[in-house]
């Protein structure tokens, strides 16, 4: 059984950053798309950040150069760094795996994720 569990997620101010943590078990993890989402308040979920050894990593136009996605194989454990948050960036956070190698085209599509986690909230103040 598949299983992701975030962590991190908590109030911060504007131009703060956060790391949010993503610990997976279950199944082999270092094959796999990876891939965090988010669907803030009132919203659609949306993709924000995909990573893959086959296929590299993927941003969402809105967080390039402030978000980070990695993993670590060692650690079974996926990581987005956010730096400069903004309010705009409040949402439920979730990271997800696609049970390929490669991540889909295009990558930030939700429906190609096959496992969820929980969600960490961000919260972004002004």
């Known amino acids: 059984q598949v299983q992701l569990v975030e962590s991190g997620g908590g109030p911060v101010e504007a131009g703060e950053s956060l790391r949010l943590s993503c610990a997976a078990s279950g199944y082999s993890y270092r094959t796999y798309c990876m891939g965090w989402f988010r669907q803030p308040p009132g919203k659609e979920r949306e993709g924000v950040a995909t990573?893959?050894?086959?296929?590299?990593?993927t941003y969402a136009d809105p967080v390039k150069g402030r978000f980070t996605i990695t993993k670590d194989n060692a650690k079974n454990t996926l990581y987005l760094q956010m730096n400069n948050l903004k309010p705009e960036d409040t949402a439920m956070y979730y990271c997800?795996?696609?049970?390929?190698?490669?991540?889909?085209?295009?990558?930030?599509?939700?429906?190609?994720?096959?496992?969820w986690g929980q969600g960490t909230q961000v919260t972004v103040s002004s």
């Open positions: 997800a795996a696609r049970t390929s190698v490669f991540c889909a085209i295009p990558p930030l599509a939700s429906s190609t994720f096959t496992y």
């Open positions: 990573i893959s050894s086959a296929t590299g990593t």
